[in-house]
């Protein structure tokens, strides 16, 4: 008798850059899914090593899992890199509204009358 384990993956994703905040939260959450999903391969790759089967067959699911856990990491590394380009740019578009000229503030205000 010999366990079969599948699990599926989702596929990667692109998505266009938006400035919303919306996306900054999407990518948090993907980011957390595809980590937990590395936990739950890394649990059951080892899960394989005490369970039944031949050593060829657990050999070959650890061989799987290894190949998924790779992918993951592969849409993780990406995801992580999407998330550092907005928070640079997030920073950068606040960095230039405390630059710019001309922007009156209530400290920094000059009224004048002809």
Known sequence: ?????TTSTPSLQ????????????????????????????????KDIANGSGTTEEKQKQQELIQAQIKMLQAQLAQLQREQAEQ??????????????VNKPSEDHQIDIYV
């Open 1 to 5: 008798m010999s366990n079969t384990i």
């Open 87 to 100: 928070a640079q740019q997030k920073q950068e578009q606040q960095q230039s509204r405390v630059e710019g």
């Open 14 to 45: 692109t998505t266009a850059n938006t400035s919303s905040s919306n996306s900054g939260n999407d990518l948090t959450s993907q980011i957390s899914r595809i980590t937990q999903q590395i936990t739950k391969l890394t649990q059951q790759a």
